[in-house]
C-alpha cells in the first residue's frame, strides 16, 4: 500500500467515525426522543414536588386544547386556561427542554392568580405537538409568533401579551424578542435561559463527554441542518436581544451550573430595550421559583406592573 492509499484510508476512516458520531450526538440531543440522561444529570436537582408540576390545580381547571399549523406544516398543540375574570392580560408560557406545556403548571397558577388568561404551548418536537426534532428554541420563535397572532385573534386587539420561558423555553422567548412582533406583546420574562445553541451545545459536550467542540460540533451542526433545518449557529439568542426594543425581566439562579450562571449576564449585557436582573442566591436550574415563591411573584409582578395596563378598564 502505497503512502497515497494510506492518507486517503485514514482520511475515509476520519470521514466515516465522524459522520458516526455526529449522527449519535443528533440522535441523543435533538432527535425526538426520551432524555433518560437528564435523570443522571448531577447539575439537575431532583425535588419532591417539582417545579414543573402543579397537577392537582391544572386538573380542576378547565383547559382548552387549541391547535395550529406551523409555518413548515406541523400541527402544534397548546392548553389554554381563561381568566376567573375579564382580563386584558394573556401569558405564555414556554417549557423547557423534554418537557411540555402542562409541566408550566407552578407559573401557570402563578399567572392565573394575578388575573391572566394563560397559554401553555406544547412546543415542536415535544408533547402534543408534531415534530421530530428538537429546535432549541430558533425554530420555535416562529411558531410562538404563530402562537401570538392565534391569541390575538381568539381574544381581540385589546389583548397584552407577556412573554414568559423556562430554560430552553426562555432561550425560545428571547429568541422570539428579536422578530417583528405586535405592539401587544409588552415584555418578557426570560428564566436560566441559555445564550445561543452553540454556547449551551459547546458546555454540555465538554460537560457530559469532556470533548472539545471542534470537529465534532460543526459535524452535529451539519446534519441537524439536513435533518431539522437549522444550524447551531444560526439559534442565537444574544444577537436577538440586542435587536429588540421590549423590556426583558432576567432571571437566573447563582448556583444553576446546568446553564452557566455567566451567560445571564452577557444576555443582559447586550439587550437592547429596558431591562431588569434577577439574580436568585442558592438556586440552580429552573428553581429560582422554588427558592422563594413569594419574592418571585413580587418581583414579576412589580416588573409588568411597569408596562401592562390594568387587568381590566
Same mark, same amino acid.
Given at each position: ?9 485514514? &482520511? ?34 431532583? &425535588? ?25 406544516? %406541523? ?43 394563560? %397559554? ?84 454540555? &459536550? ?19 441542518? &439536513? ?21 426583558? %425581566? ?64
Amino acid at each position: 500500500m502505497t503512502a497515497a492509499t494510506t492518507i486517503i484510508a485514514c &482520511l475515509i476512516f476520519i470521514v466515516l467515525v465522524l459522520a458516526g458520531a455526529s449522527m449519535y450526538f443528533y440522535n441523543v440531543g435533538i432527535r425526538r426522543s426520551k432524555k433518560d440522561f437528564l435523570e443522571e444529570d448531577p447539575a439537575l436537582v431532583k &425535588l419532591d414536588h417539582p417545579w414543573e408540576h402543579e397537577g392537582e390545580w391544572l386538573g380542576s381547571q378547565p383547559v382548552e386544547t387549541l391547535h395550529l399549523e406551523s409555518a413548515d406544516g %406541523l400541527t402544534l398543540s397548546g392548553y389554554y386556561i381563561p381568566a376567573e375574570q375579564p382580563s386584558y392580560r394573556t401569558v405564555i408560557l414556554v417549557h423547557g427542554y423534554s418537557s411540555q406545556g402542562k409541566e408550566m403548571g407552578a407559573f401557570a397558577k402563578l399567572y392565573h392568580g394575578m388575573g391572566f388568561h394563560v %397559554l401553555m404551548p406544547d412546543n415542536r418536537g415535544h408533547g402534543q405537538s408534531g415534530g421530530s426534532y428538537i429546535g432549541f428554541g430558533w425554530p420555535d420563535r416562529q411558531d410562538i409568533m404563530q402562537w401570538i397572532h392565534y391569541i390575538l385573534a381568539k381574544s381581540g386587539p385589546r389583548m397584552q401579551i407577556v412573554l414568559h420561558g423556562v430554560s430552553m423555553g426562555g432561550a425560545t422567548v428571547l429568541s422570539t424578542s428579536g422578530e417583528h412582533l405586535p405592539e401587544q406583546v409588552k415584555c418578557i420574562v426570560s428564566d436560566c435561559a441559555y445564550t445561543s445553541v452553540k454556547d449551551i451545545l459547546t458546555y454540555q &459536550l465538554k460537560q457530559m463527554y469532556k470533548l472539545p467542540p471542534f470537529p465534532l460540533l460543526p459535524a452535529t451542526s451539519l446534519v441537524c441542518k &439536513l435533518r431539522a433545518g437549522y444550524f447551531f449557529g444560526e439559534g442565537s439568542a444574544l444577537k436577538q436581544v440586542a435587536k429588540t426594543h421590549l423590556p426583558i %425581566l432576567f432571571i437566573h439562579g447563582d448556583q444553576d451550573t446546568f446553564v452557566p450562571y455567566e451567560m445571564v449576564h452577557r444576555l443582559f449585557a447586550v439587550a437592547a430595550g429596558e431591562k431588569e436582573l434577577y439574580v436568585v442566591p442558592g438556586a440552580v436550574h429552573a428553581n429560582a421559583y422554588f427558592m422563594d415563591k413569594q419574592e418571585y411573584k413580587d418581583r414579576i409582578s412589580r416588573f409588568l406592573g411597569r408596562y401592562l395596563a390594568p387587568v381590566r378598564e
